[in-house]
């Protein structure tokens, strides 16, 4: 399978401020991400594909300027939560596939923590 | 008509036993069928998958069936082992149109093997 990677694996910041998680798949070209969020004893939840080179599908209900997202290069994809309040305090997954997008391998997750 | 609905919520099995775990879906365009295994804290990985051009598919200890009229899959996972307590998901997604790779998730089922 693949391997995908995410920066970091947990963060804690304030209210207000604004957190960039990464996601990268470390060995192959991703040319589609897809970004999900759990809640604690939740399913995953899809909040965006992201496309290389361009911009960013989101899910109905999902604001797209609060969750930036940037597929900036083939290995690479990033999700900004802007102005993170408390609510947004989540467990952000990324994940991506080889064999079509449809065969999706996840990344690790980032625990992110809004205080 | 996007919904993917997993049963039970929590299974309790013994160890060497079988444990089944049940999804059914709606929406006739989902045409893969993957099912996900996720500890706690980490991201999920891909167990085991079906296309629905098979009824049955076998990897190791893990068999998914699949009823096509019923719409409805289901995992077996036989000599169920303690290290196999995790949180399994199904999902479906659809391998073409504007949907394509993005994966729906059922709710999700809580094995506990005990020794």
């Known amino acids: 399978g693949a391997v995908v990677s995410q920066h970091p694996s947990w963060v804690i910041c304030k209210s207000g401020t604004s957190v960039k998680i990464e996601c990268r798949s470390l060995d192959f070209q991703a040319t589609t991400m897809f970004w999900y969020r759990q809640f604690p004893k939740q399913s995953l939840m899809l909040m965006a594909t992201?496309?290389?080179?361009?911009?960013?599908?989101?899910e109905q209900g999902v604001e797209k300027d609060k969750f930036l997202i940037n597929h900036a290069s083939l290995t690479l994809s990033t999700l900004t939560v802007t102005s993170a309040h408390p609510e947004d305090s989540s467990f952000y997954i990324c994940?991506?596939?080889?064999?079509?997008?449809?065969?999706?391998?996840f990344g690790p997750g980032t625990r992110l923590t809004v205080t | 008509q996007q919904q993917v609905k997993q049963s039970p919520q929590s299974l309790i099995v013994q160890k060497g036993g079988i444990s089944i775990i049940n999804c059914a879906y709606e929406n006739t365009a989902f045409d893969y069928f993957p099912w996900y295994q996720q500890f706690p804290g980490k991201g999920p990985a891909l167990l085991i998958a079906i296309r629905p051009d098979v009824s049955e598919k076998k990897e190791g200890r893990f068999t998914i069936s699949f009823n096509k009229s019923a719409k409805q899959f289901s995992l077996h996972i036989m000599d169920s082992q303690p290290g196999d307590s995790a949180t399994y998901f199904c999902?479906?997604?659809?391998?073409?149109?504007?949907?394509?790779?993005?994966?729906?998730f059922g709710q999700g089922t809580i094995l506990t093997v005990h020794p």
């Open positions: 999902a479906a997604s659809m391998t073409g149109g504007t949907s394509y790779g993005k994966l729906t």
């Open positions: 994940s991506t596939g080889t064999a079509g997008p449809y065969e999706q391998y």
């Open positions: 992201s496309n290389e080179g361009s911009k960013a599908t989101y």
